[in-house]
């Protein structure tokens, strides 16, 4: 597999070997002694599936007292996934990455702890599967609005954005308090 960072260096793009012939293919989603060679060591603990149309926008959420490793990929569709490094001290405090992750690419995206994360369905419809670190808490649930404008986050232009009720709440980076974020150590 290919292992790269991304412009948040702790967020790492991985693309499996995918081996296809006439029948499909096949490839490795997840090994865990492969994946700590990478400097992936996260025990997951819960994996979560989703499905969702197009225009649908899940996130930015993160855990802070039971925070969350996540392992994404998707396995129909396409989406663009995001992970916003939002650690108090961070030197790349508000900054975010993007990656296109799709049935047929197959690429994964590896968001540590500290990190909120997202993504928009660009695809008709797209199932997105995730493993977690951590369970999830639904007391210790918090998010970041997909839209804040001082992220500048580039989202595609699409005919409709649909989110939940709650995600449409929640507030901006700079409003959120410095008890309610991570910290960068």
Known sequence: ???KKTSLPEVLEITPRVFADSRGFFYEAYNAER???FGIAATFVQDNRSKSQAGTVRGLHYQLNNPQAKL???TRGEV???AVDIRKGSPRFGQWV????SADNHKQLFIPEGFAH???VLSKEADFEYKCSDYYHPEDEYGIFWQDPTLKIDWPDMPNHTLSPKDLKL?????VSEKELPHYE
């Open 72 to 74: 994404v990929r998707v």
């Open 98 to 101: 993007a990656v296109k992750l």
């Open 118 to 120: 997202g993504f928009i």
């Open 35 to 37: 994946y700590k060679e």
């Open 171 to 175: 507030p901006i980076l700079n409003e």
């Open 1 to 3: 597999m290919i292992v």
């Open 80 to 82: 663009l996934d995001i």
